[in-house]
C-alpha cells in the first residue's frame, strides 16, 4: 500500500449532462466534464464562460461613492488641484498605484503617487504621510488597495482639510472611515454584483468611470494584480485576467517587455502561471526587501533603458528575497519542531524581515498544514508585525476578529491576514487562536484536502482533450485548474530523474494507451511504490513539447496505491538497506531459519524481530498497513501459509529470502539412484562411505552428497546400519516408500520452497502470495 498525503474529494459527475455538452460544443469527454463539474446545465451559459467578453463588465457607478467620488477628482483635475495616489506595496498595490497615477495623469491631473515603506512606515494610510502631503499643497488622496481600516487616518486628513477618497477591496472593520468617499464592493451598504474585486480591480472600475469607458489600455495592469492577489477568477475577475493576459502577450508596456527578459517569459506562451509565478513574486519583491516606489517606476516608465534598469534591479531584489525566505522558513521550521505541533502555529524571531514573513507562514502552512503566523519582532519598541495564513476550515480573520484586545492593527481575509501587536501579548493570542481553532475546526480539516474535478480513463487523456481544457482559463481562485483522476492504473516505467534525483519519472499504461507522468519533488515515492503496482493518480494534465514532439503529460500532485505491494529483494546484499527509509514502527522481520541468526544482528536495533524458530507465538502481530520484511526462507509452505493466516494481511512484503544453501541446484537422487545403489548393497553387503564414496561418485557421476544422501535416507528408513562410515544391508527389511523419511521429505520440501519463493519470476511470486493472501479473512486483533 502506499496512502496518499491528501483526502480526496472525488466529485461525481452527471455523464447525460457530459455528453450532452460533448454534443452542443463539439468538446472532448474530458473538458464537457469540467463544465458539468463547474456548474453549468445549459449550453449557452458554458458558451458565454468559454467566450469571455466585455458583456460581463458592471457598471462602475453600481459601486457604492463612486459617483461621489469621480465629481470630486473631477473637480479636482479642472481646479489644478495636487491629487496624491496612496498605494500599496504589494503587486496588488502596486499595479492599482500605476494605474490611477497613469489615468489621472492621462485626464491632465497634477498627480504623485505614495507607496509608505513597509519597513518605517508599516502597511496602510499613516497620519505622516498625510501631513507631509498637506506641506506639499494635495488637497485629494486616493487611495488604492488599502485605506478600509484607517480610521484615525481619515479623521487627520478631515481635520487637515483633504479631501480622502478610499479604494480598497479587503474586508471592512466594524467601523467604516469617515472619508469624503469610500468605495469597496465588501461594505455591506454597497451592491455591486462582484464584491471579489482585487484593489486592482477596483481601481479599475475607478479608472473606468473617470474616462468613461473601460480602461482596455490598463487591461495588463488590472490581469497582473488581479491573479497575483488571489481573488476568485469568476465574473468580471475573469475577463479581466483573461483580456489582460492577452493584451500583455500581444503589447508590453518598457517596463513589463523589460521584467519578462529578465525572468524568462515568452509573451506568446504567457498564461496565469507565468504572471502569478514570475511576474507577481518580482513585483512583490521590491516592497518586500526595501521600497516598493522601483516597482511602480518600472510599470509607468516609458524609457525601455530606464526600465531595463530597473528590471535588473528588482530580479536582482527577488534573488535577495528568495534567500532570506529559505533562511527564515528553515529557522521557524526549527522553532515549530522545539514547540511541537498546536493547533495553531505561531512562531517569530527578532530581526526577521517583516517583508517576506507572509511567504514563510504560507511555507509552514503548507509543510505542517496549520494556520500559521509568522512575527518580526523589534525589541526596541516591543512590537511584532506579523502575517498569518489559513487552511480550510479556519477563518484567519474571524478569529482574529475575536482578539481584538490584542491587535490594535490587523485586516485581511478569511484565509490571510496582516497584524501589528505588543510582543506580550503573543502568548495570549496563541493561546486564545488555538481554543477557537479546537473549538471551531471539524476533525476532517486538519488533513490537507484535494479536490477531484475529473476522474479519466488514460485513454481520454489527449492533446486534443487537453487543448479543450485550456479553454477553461484562466484558473485560479474560484476557477481552479482542473484536478484529474486516474484510477488504478498500471506503471510501466517508474524512475527517478533529476540532477539530485528529487523528481519521479512514471509511464502510465492501460491497454494500448500510454501517458507520461512527472512529480516534481516526489522522487522519495520511488521506494515506495512497486514497478507492478497499480496505482491511482491525482494531478493536472499539461502538453509536453520537447524536440517536435507534442505528448499528453500528467503533473502529478498526489498518488496512492490500494493494494498489497510485493518488493523483490531476492539476491541483493543486504536487502534490508532498501527498506531503512521506512518508518521503523512498521517494520516487522520473519526469521524462520537459526543459521540466519549472525544476519539478522545487521538489521536496525529498531526494527521487530519475530523469531519463528522459536515456535509460535502467544501473541498476535497486526500486520495491517506493516512493511512485512521474509527474511529467509520458512520450513514449508504451510508455514508461510500458517503466519498470513494468523497474524493478517501486510501492506507491503519485502521478499529478501536469504540462504546459504541451494537444494534447487542439488542433485535430487531419482528412485532409479535408489534402486541401482540398493541392488549395489546387496551385491557388497557393506560399503565404507569415508573410503569409497568419491570413488563410486566419480565412477556413477554422481554428486558426493548424494552417495551421502542416499545412505541416511536408508538409514531413517530401517534399510542399513552406519558404523563408523561402514554402512551394511540389513537382511530383510520392512518395505517402506522414500517418503517416510524425513531427509528426503525435507530435501523435497526445501527444493520446492526454493523453487517456488526464490527462484520463481516476480509475477508468479506476486500471485503466489495473492493466493496465500486471499485465504487470509479473519480479523487479527493488534497487539
Given at each position: ?321 528568495q534567500k532570506v525566505v529559505a533562511d527564515i522558513a528553515e529557522e521557524a521550521e526549527r522553532q515549530v519542531e522545539e514547540q511541537g505541533l498546536s493547533s495553531v502555529i505561531i512562531v517569530g524571531n527578532e530581526g526577521w524581515n517583516a517583508g517576506v514573513i507572509g511567504i514563510v507562514a504560507s511555507r509552514l502552512t503548507e509543510k505542517y498544514y496549520r494556520p500559521s503566523i509568522v512575527l ?408
Amino acid at each position: 500500500m502506499l496512502t496518499s498525503k491528501a483526502r480526496w474529494k472525488v466529485s461525481e459527475t452527471d455523464e447525460l449532462k457530459v455528453n450532452y455538452f460533448s454534443e452542443q460544443l463539439g468538446l472532448s469527454k474530458i473538458a464537457s466534464r469540467f463544465l458539468v463539474q463547474r456548474g453549468f446545465t445549459e449550453a449557452e451559459t458554458a458558451k458565454t464562460f468559454l467566450n469571455i467578453d466585455e458583456s460581463c463588465i458592471h457598471s462602475p457607478y453600481l459601486l457604492k461613492d463612486m459617483e461621489k467620488a469621480i465629481e470630486r477628482i473631477k473637480e479636482g483635475i479642472r481646479n489644478e488641484e495636487k491629487i496624491l495616489i496612496f498605494g500599496d506595496y504589494d503587486a496588488d498595490g502596486v499595479t492599482s498605484t500605476s494605474l490611477m497615477f497613469l489615468t489621472l495623469r492621462e485626464l491632465g491631473a497634477q498627480v504623485g503617487y505614495y507607496v509608505p515603506n513597509r519597513f518605517t512606515e508599516g502597511y496602510g494610510p499613516n497620519e505622516g504621510a498625510f501631513r507631509q502631503a498637506k506641506e506639499e499643497g494635495v488637497s485629494i488622496i486616493i487611495t488604492v488597495d488599502t485605506g478600509i481600516s484607517a480610521v484615525y487616518e481619515a479623521q487627520v486628513a478631515r481635520e487637515l482639510g483633504i479631501d480622502l477618497i478610499i479604494t480598497d477591496h479587503h474586508e471592512p472593520p466594524p467601523e467604516i472611515p469617515d472619508a469624503y468617499a469610500v468605495i469597496n464592493p465588501k461594505q455591506e451598504d454597497c451592491f455591486y454584483p462582484n464584491p471579489n474585486l482585487a484593489g486592482v480591480g477596483v481601481a479599475g472600475k475607478t479608472a473606468h468611470a473617470l474616462l468613461g469607458e473601460l480602461p482596455e489600455k490598463y487591461l495588463d495592469l488590472i490581469a497582473i494584480g488581479t491573479i497575483a492577489d488571489l481573488v476568485p477568477l469568476t465574473d468580471e475577475n475573469r475577463f479581466f485576467a483573461s483580456a489582460g493576459i492577452r493584451r500583455l502577450s500581444m503589447v508590453q508596456r518598457p517596463g513589463l517587455k523589460a521584467l519578462m527578459d529578465h525572468c524568462g517569459i515568452n509573451p506568446q506562451e504567457l498564461t496565469e502561471e507565468s504572471v502569478g509565478f514570475g511576474i507577481g513574486p518580482r513585483l512583490n519583491a521590491a516592497g518586500r526587501m526595501d521600497s516598493a516606489d522601483p516597482a511602480v517606476q518600472l510599470l509607468i516608465s516609458e524609457d525601455m533603458l530606464g526600465a531595463d534598469e530597473l528590471a535588473v534591479m528588482i530580479d536582482d531584489l527577488n534573488k535577495e528575497r528568495q534567500k532570506v525566505v529559505a533562511d527564515i522558513a528553515e529557522e521557524a521550521e526549527r522553532q515549530v519542531e522545539e514547540q511541537g505541533l498546536s493547533s495553531v502555529i505561531i512562531v517569530g524571531n527578532e530581526g526577521w524581515n517583516a517583508g517576506v514573513i507572509g511567504i514563510v507562514a504560507s511555507r509552514l502552512t503548507e509543510k505542517y498544514y496549520r494556520p500559521s503566523i509568522v512575527l518580526s519582532i523589534d525589541s526596541e519598541t516591543g512590537l511584532a508585525k506579523g502575517s498569518a495564513r489559513s487552511i480550510d476550515g479556519f477563518d484567519m480573520f474571524k478569529s482574529l476578529s475575536q482578539c481584538r484586545e490584542w491587535l490594535p492593527h490587523f485586516g485581511g481575509h478569511p484565509m490571510a491576514a496582516g497584524l501589528t501587536m505588543k510582543t506580550e501579548h503573543i502568548q495570549p493570542l496563541q493561546k486564545k487562536m488555538n481554543e477557537i481553532a479546537e473549538a471551531t475546526v471539524k476533525p476532517e480539516d486538519w488533513i490537507r484536502s484535494l479536490s477531484v474535478d475529473l476522474p479519466v480513463k488514460l485513454s481520454e487523456v489527449t492533446v486534443e482533450a487537453i487543448k479543450d481544457l485550456q479553454m477553461m482559463a484562466p484558473f485560479g481562485v474560484g476557477n481552479p485548474s482542473p484536478k484529474i483522476l486516474l484510477d488504478g492504473v498500471n506503471l510501466s516505467v517508474l524512475k527517478k530523474i533529476g540532477s539530485k534525483k528529487d523528481h519521479l519519472k512514471v509511464t502510465f499504461k492501460e491497454s494500448t494507451n500510454m501517458v507520461d507522468g512527472i512529480g516534481f519533488r516526489m522522487g522519495e515515492l520511488y521506494d515506495e511504490i512497486s514497478p507492478h503496482a497499480k496505482a491511482s493518480v491525482v494531478g493536472k494534465l499539461s502538453i509536453n513539447e520537447w524536440n517536435g514532439h507534442v505528448k499528453p503529460q500528467v503533473i502529478i500532485e498526489d498518488m496512492k496505491v490500494d493494494e498489497w505491494q510485493l518488493f523483490d529483494l531476492r539476491g541483493l546484499k543486504d536487502p534490508w538497506q532498501q527498506m531503512e527509509h521506512l518508518t521503523p514502527e512498521t517494520v516487522i522481520v520473519t526469521v524462520w531459519n537459526k543459521e540466519s541468526g549472525e544476519m539478522v544482528k545487521k538489521l536496525p536495533d529498531n526494527w521487530k524481530v519475530l523469531q519463528m524458530t522459536e515456535g509460535p507465538e502467544d501473541t498476535v502481530t497486526d500486520l495491517t498497513n506493516k512493511n512485512v520484511l521474509l527474511f529467509d526462507l520458512p520450513g514449508s509452505m504451510e508455514d508461510l501459509r500458517e503466519f498470513f493466516q494468523k497474524h493478517g494481511k501486510p501492506g507491503r512484503i519485502y521478499a529478501a529470502f536469504i540462504h546459504d544453501k541451494d537444494h534447487f541446484f542439488e542433485m535430487l537422487p531419482t528412485r532409479d539412484h535408489f534402486k541401482w545403489f540398493y541392488a549395489f548393497l546387496m551385491k557388497r553387503k557393506s560399503f565404507n562411505l569415508k573410503d569409497n564414496a568419491e570413488s563410486l561418485s566419480a565412477h556413477k557421476g554422481w554428486p558426493v552428497t548424494a552417495v551421502h544422501f542416499i545412505c541416511k535416507v536408508f538409514f531413517e528408513l530401517g534399510f542399513v546400519t552406519i558404523n563408523n562410515g561402514v554402512v551394511e544391508l540389513k537382511d530383510s527389511p520392512e518395505k517402506k516408500d522414500l517418503t517416510e523419511s524425513a531427509s528426503y521429505r525435507r530435501q523435497l520440501e526445501q527444493s520446492d520452497i526454493e523453487d517456488k519463493l526464490f527462484y520463481s519470476s516476480n509475477a508468479d511470486l506476486k500471485q503466489l502470495f495473492e493466493d496465500l493472501l486471499e485465504e487470509t479473512t479473519f480479523p487479527v486483533s493488534a497487539e
